[in-house]
């Protein structure tokens, strides 16, 4: 049963996402996220200067006059939400945390889907896939998605992006807009996320804490690793410990960026102590400028 305090944090969402919505976002994913192509509408008689190439034949023939095909993109997709909510998820040393981010970022999504008539599905998975949304249309739908969001808590210990993705190759039997929402701090994903890319649209969010890249200068501090729980003692005072986890974790990431890069799979970046709205607008306007 889902408790006030989480239908209180959907609400307050729903509220602070709505203007994000309605003055940035909408449109932008409109142009960003292209429907699946063109279909026939109508036809209509022909005026100078249209595309000949379009001209209707059989109704030519019939009318004794030039008539030609209209077409409109089909606009109506499916927005498809695959949410990694393992154990890690849950760090922050800000005033919030990854899942945070992630669940305000895919309240963005989805609204911005339903206010351009698009279905909208979730899948929530740690190393097992732990909920399934199926797509449907409306904001009561989409309020449904954050309490879901909200309220699943992981089985899980770890992470495997491989079954989530495989999972919804299998669900979603037409091109979809599929929204992998994740750290990447897993292994052996480049044969899924291939996969899914070539069927699909994908799109990585990459949600980030600057203490996972960079560690303060506070003495001995305990570290646990979320999915495996063991703890490990680390000497911060020291300016070379702190040198080498810095290395190691921007060489970490520059790895990731370039094993995206080469599989062509566009992405947005996020840190938990800055705001989502630059780097979100931003990955639309690459978008569109590529159209």
């Not at 079954?163 to 190759?169: D, G, P, Q, R």
């Not at 929204?179 to 949600?207: C, F, G, P, R, W």
Request: glycine share 6%; net charge positive.
């Amino acid at each position: 049963m889902i408790s006030k305090e989480i239908f209180k944090k959907v609400r307050l969402l729903e509220v602070r996402t709505k203007g994000l919505v309605n003055n940035l976002f909408g449109g932008e994913y409109h142009s960003a996220f292209k429907g699946r192509g063109m279909v026939f509408s109508e036809v209509r008689a022909y005026q100078y200067g249209d595309d000949i190439r379009q001209i209707d034949w059989n109704v030519t023939a019939r009318s004794g006059e030039p008539f030609i095909k209209i077409f409109e993109e089909e606009r109506e997709q499916t927005l498809m939400l695959v949410v990694d909510i393992s154990p890690s998820k849950w760090f922050g040393s800000q005033n919030q945390s990854k899942r945070d981010v992630t669940i305000e970022m895919c309240a963005v999504l989805a609204f911005s889907a339903i206010q351009n008539g698009d279905k909208v599905g979730l899948l929530l998975f740690s190393d097992t896939v732990e909920k399934m949304v199926i797509p449907k249309k409306g904001k009561q739908h989409v309020l449904r998605l954050i309490r879901e969001l909200y309220h699943v808590q992981p089985t899980g210990k770890g992470t495997n992006i491989d079954e989530a993705l495989n999972y919804v190759n299998k669900v979603l039997t037409r091109r979809s807009i599929v929204i992998l929402a994740t750290d990447l701090m897993a292994e052996q994903y480049q044969k899924s996320i291939k996969i899914t890319n070539k069927k699909h649209d994908l799109v990585t969010i990459l949600v980030h804490d600057r203490l996972e890249r960079e560690l303060p200068d506070v003495g001995l501090m305990p570290f646990q690793d979320f999915e495996t729980g063991q703890i490990k003692w680390v000497d911060t005072s020291s300016s070379k410990v702190r040198e080498t986890f810095k290395r190691q974790q921007i060489e970490q990431w520059q790895e990731i960026q370039t094993e995206l890069t080469k599989l062509k799979v566009d992405s947005v970046t996020v840190f938990t102590n800055e705001s989502y709205v630059e780097p979100l607008m931003n990955f639309f306007k690459r978008r569109i400028s590529r159209f």
